[in-house]
């Protein structure tokens, strides 16, 4: 039992997503004037902690069901491989995933306690999505919705409001952003695994639509996140270098176009997963750099 297992189970490049919103929120608190580094990192735990229930949970549960059996694994899709080649057992993912969520528990509390109770729904809605994420909404065409709420929305507002300030609408429209990048996050690395997930019990989008409408779907979404960050920083509501944010308009359109690929055929698809990674790291990075570059402007 290595500890080079054990993250390549927990899979620590996902991780770069809540370290990600963190940054996001705790940058568009530091531009309405207010920072408080101890919420900062104590909050980022939390999600780190939640991320990592969600992705050891997933693996598990995935493993009982034997999704993950038939499943044409990539470093985007069809889980780890770690518990189908033996490396860990069942029982030793899911008491590290259960341990990670109780210590995320605990850290929540004492950020609620520090914060105040206006905090308290964000964190008890997190975890729900966290632990239920595999064997309830995954199933009930409610995954991609709950991602979207649990690694993006929220976590942007909860990074935002740890710092002891109100909800505002630029918090708002930046979690929507953020909520519809992690959905699609979810949407087209669900397309290779379609064969193996409609046996094992899961319903999603892709089941649901296909792969050439959910791949509209996706582009649609895709390009809304702009439209999104184009109208609102022209309207004054978002800091106005959050513009820079644009600058990943060329990787969206090649994860976009890629999208309409064969999954599971040739390297094509894979290479539009890697892009579709890319775009939604970076663009959220720069959005965080633009808003810190527009104290500046002040």
């Known amino acids: ?29 530091l531009y309405h004037g207010s920072f ?14 939640l991320h990592i229930t969600v992705n050891t949970l997933n693996d598990y549960y995935d493993h009982k069901t034997g999704i993950d059996f038939h499943t044409k694994r990539t470093m985007f899709n069809g889980g780890t491989g770690i518990l189908q080649k033996g490396l860990l057992e069942p029982q030793q993912v899911y008491r590290a995933a259960m341990g990670c969520f109780i210590i995320a528990a605990v850290i929540g509390a004492y950020v609620v306690y520090r914060v105040g109770l206006i905090l308290l729904p964000l964190l008890i809605l997190g975890m729900i999505f966290a632990l239920f ?22 976590p942007i507002i909860g990074a935002f409001m740890v710092h002891g300030l109100p909800l505002t609408i630029d918090c708002v429209i930046l979690s929507v952003a953020a909520g519809i990048l992690t959905f ?16 094992g019990g899961r319903r999603n989008i892709v089941i649901s639509l296909g792969t050439k409408k959910a791949a509209k ?18 309207m004054g509501v978002l800091p106005p270098l959050c513009l820079i944010g644009l600058a990943t308009l060329p990787i969206a359109f090649k994860a976009a176009s890629l999208s309409f ?3 599971n055929v040739g390297d094509s698809f894979f290479q539009g997963q890697k892009a579709n990674v890319q775009m939604i790291l970076v663009t959220q990075l720069f959005v965080a750099v633009g808003i810190v570059a527009s104290l500046l402007l002040i």
Do not use: H
């Open 217 to 234: 779907l996706y582009s649609l979404l895709t390009f809304s996140v702009y439209g999104i960050l184009l109208i609102f920083t022209l």
């Open 36 to 49: 408080d580094v101890v919420n900062f990192f104590l909050f980022m735990a939390v999600l780190l902690l």
């Open 261 to 263: 690929t064969e999954p």
């Open 1 to 29: 039992m290595s500890f080079k297992v054990w993250m390549m189970e927990i899979r620590v490049p996902y991780l770069l997503l809540p370290i990600i919103l963190s940054i996001v929120g705790g940058a568009l608190a």
């Open 184 to 199: 699609n996050l979810l949407l087209l690395n669900e397309f290779p695994d379609v064969d193996a997930d409609v046996p």
């Open 133 to 154: 994420y595999t064997q309830i909404f995954a199933r009930n065409m409610l995954g991609e919705i709950s991602a979207g709420l649990g690694l993006g929305v929220l």
